[in-house]
């Protein structure tokens, strides 16, 4: 089992930034893929990020490319999510998630922390 804890959310005027964190506990965090996902009210969960176990790789969202970096310090068990230049759309409720590398599915959700970006 692995717990995922998020923390950093808020409400931040359009053009902002702030940095999400989840901090992660159970099993060995360094050989989880994590990602970071978000839903908005009446829309469908969306993936925004994804970080491979070692942190080398990544991948972004064209609707985020550019503007939010994922990253993670496996000796804080902690992966981060630093979004810039926020937009109205981002609001959502963000959450990060954990999966084992042999998957393509996440297993592993944290509770999520609500962002809400003011125009």
């Known amino acids: 089992q692995v717990q995922l804890v998020e923390s950093g959310g808020g409400l931040v005027q359009a053009g902002g930034s702030l940095r999400l964190s989840c901090l992660a506990s159970?099993?060995?965090?360094?050989?989880?893929?994590m990602g970071w996902f978000r839903q908005a009210p009446g829309k469908e969960r969306e993936c925004v990020a994804e970080i491979s176990a070692s942190g080398r790789s990544t991948n972004y969202a064209d609707s985020v490319k550019g503007r939010f970096t994922i990253s993670r310090d496996n000796g804080k068990n902690t992966v981060y999510l630093q979004m810039n230049s926020l937009k109205a759309e981002d609001t959502a409720v963000y959450y990060c998630?954990?999966?084992?590398?042999?998957?393509?599915?996440?297993?592993?959700w944290g509770q999520g922390t609500q962002v809400t970006v003011s125009s």
């Open positions: 159970g099993r060995t965090f360094s050989n989880y893929p």
């Open positions: 998630a954990a999966r084992l590398a042999t998957r393509r599915e996440y297993d592993y």
